[in-house]
């Protein structure tokens, strides 16, 4: 993915599909992103984390249900679940319940132990809502768990996927997906850490990251505390990476209230390649 300039964040303009050229290297099938929820909370203009990687594999839960028609829903072969957050995991109640209906295979879900232990425990737990890997029967459930141990490399719904254990208030992964020797990483919600970009560094193909911003920088105590940046922590963190301007980061996870505030903020950040996520974008990467 090609994007030229800072800090006009809406240069994409009303279609953000775009064609990888094919005469620099890049390979001939990219990965298409398809943005569903992209911010730290939820309003009528707003939806919580989820992400597409070619409508087979979604990187985690926060609006599979309020942003996607059935047959994308139906679709889904698995679901990353980067951490145990209810604006990570609310709608994979609600999916399994459309695709249990349509009589879809089973979906996996995939995540660290500690947030399947979550899952199981707290969420598809027979009380807040039914067991779905027992659904309709447990030999061909609506769900089925994949458990992710970190760093290490494995095969999901045909992607390779490794976790990386990132730092927030509980058990978090970013994700790196790689398809075809290309990668796309996610941050998952971090505040900053170190492993995570010493593991990109070593990226040969890395296409894009996706990068949570939560807070404005006058929020740093908030930040602080609940595991995630502002701009003013993020620079910092990106330089991390020995190149950040040739790095495509993809913004996502800012907090509703502060939407305004954080982009102005994020576009005086220099050396850095940044693009604020919208709803329904579909890139290729
Ligand atoms: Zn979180
Ligand atoms: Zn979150």
């Not at 850490?193 to 990068?211: H, P």
């Amino acid at each position: 993915m090609s994007r030229g300039g800072l800090p006009n964040f809406d240069s994409f303009g009303s279609c953000r599909l775009r064609s990888a050229p094919s005469d620099d290297g890049i390979a001939e099938s990219p990965l298409l992103l398809r943005v569903v929820g992209c911010h730290g909370g939820e309003t009528p203009k707003h939806r919580t984390s989820a992400f597409l990687l070619d409508d087979r594999l979604a990187i985690d839960a926060g609006s599979l249900t309020s942003g996607l028609d059935l047959p994308l829903q139906y679709k889904l072969e698995a679901v990353l679940v980067s951490h145990a957050h209810l604006d990570h995991i609310r709608d994979l109640a609600t999916i399994a319940d459309n695709r249990a209906h349509h009589g879809c295979k089973p979906l996996i879900v995939a995540g660290t132990v500690a947030t399947l232990d979550v899952l199981k425990r707290h969420f598809f737990n027979g009380l807040v809502w039914p067991d779905f890997t027992a659904i309709p029967s447990k030999k061909e459930p609506t769900i089925r768990y994949k458990i992710l141990k970190p760093e290490l490399r494995v095969e999901v719904a045909g992607f390779g996927v490794r976790a990386i254990a990132v730092s927030h208030t509980i058990d978090t992964s970013a994700f790196i997906v790689d398809k075809n020797g290309a990668s796309v990483a996610y941050s998952g919600d971090t505040g900053p850490t170190v492993r995570l970009w010493e593991v990109l560094r070593e990226e040969r193909d890395l296409r894009a990251l996706l990068m949570e911003v939560s807070f404005p920088n006058e929020e740093q105590r908030v930040a602080t505390l609940s595991g995630h940046h502002t701009p003013q922590t993020l620079l910092p963190e990106l330089k991390k990476f020995a190149k950040p301007q040739d790095l495509p980061t993809l913004l996502y996870h800012i907090k509703p209230a502060f939407q305004a505030k954080v982009e102005t903020q994020c576009a005086r950040l220099k050396g850095v390649n940044l693009t604020v996520l919208r709803l329904e974008d579909q890139l290729l990467l």
